[in-house]
T-cell receptor
Framework: KNQVEQSPQSLIILEGKNCTLQCNYTVSPFSNLRWYKQDTGRGPVSLTIMTFSENTKSNGRYTATLDADTKQSSLHITASQLSDSASYICVVSVRQAGTALIFGKGTTLSVSS | NAGVMQNPRHLVRRRGQEARLRCSPMKGHSHVYWYRQLPEEGLKFMVYLQKENIIDESGMPKERFSAEFPKEGPSILRIQQVVRGDSAAYFC????????????FGQGTRLTVV
């Protein structure tokens, strides 16, 4: 069964600190892995998208890693800001003819001052 | 190039009424996906459409829900005879080709059934 599991479910950190969010997946055949940021009451916004051959990809203070062997990904946020408070969703795309986007439930990050 | 546009942003319906949610994909995008998000839950896939075709509706409830993406105009998610359990945020995403490419999301329609 294709599944995407994220941890932790929620996280509270102080402004300026770093944090790492985890994503484990059991999806086959794998096409790509995406991280989205969803602010409360808004639609998800793409942060990164990585294919099988990519190990790391950065977008400003966000750095995603992918280990296709262990089927794990992480999203590292550096020097957190209050505006980073949001839900971070890991999405894995399955290479098939149909819809093929498997969503994790997300990690809710709260950054406090 | 405007992003994915959904309207209305908020919709209130009484039990038994019909709800129509609209999604205009980004220019040049011919693939549309609808997702439902319940409070405190993740996004759940409902249906995947291309112009005039339903590709995958495995996430759609068998009754009362339907979707279309006509040759001209926005994609419509229609919910007949709404019940309280239909209250949720409904998100639409579009992509230029298949789901192998990046999907862009709209801001969602928040449906409240009273």
């Amino acid at each position: 069964k294709n599944q995407v599991e994220q941890s932790p479910q929620s996280l509270i950190i102080l402004e300026g600190k770093n944090c790492t969010l985890q994503c484990n997946y059991t999806v086959s055949p794998f096409s790509n892995l995406r991280w989205y940021k969803q602010d409360t009451g808004r639609g998800p916004v793409s942060l990164t998208i990585m294919t099988f051959s990519e190990n790391t990809k950065s977008n400003g203070r966000y750095t995603a890693t992918l280990d296709a062997d262990t089927k794990q990904s992480s999203l590292h946020i550096t020097a957190s800001q209050l505006s980073d408070s949001a839900s971070y969703i890991c999405v894995v795309s399955v290479r098939q003819a149909g819809t093929a986007l498997i969503f994790g439930k997300g990690t809710t990050l709260s950054v406090s001052s | 190039n405007a992003g994915v546009m959904q309207n209305p942003r908020h919709l209130v319906r009484r039990r038994g009424q019909e709800a129509r949610l609209r999604c205009s994909p980004m220019k040049g995008h011919s693939h549309v996906y609808w997702y439902r998000q319940l409070p405190e839950e993740g996004l759940k896939f409902m249906v995947y459409l291309q112009k005039e075709n339903i590709i995958d509706e495995s996430g759609m409830p068998k009754e009362r829900f339907s979707a279309e993406f006509p040759k001209e105009g926005p994609s419509i998610l229609r919910i007949q005879q709404v019940v309280r359990g239909d209250s949720a945020a409904y998100f639409c995403a579009s992509s230029p080709t298949s789901s192998d490419t990046e999907a862009f999301f709209g801001q969602g329609t928040r449906l409240t059934v009273v």
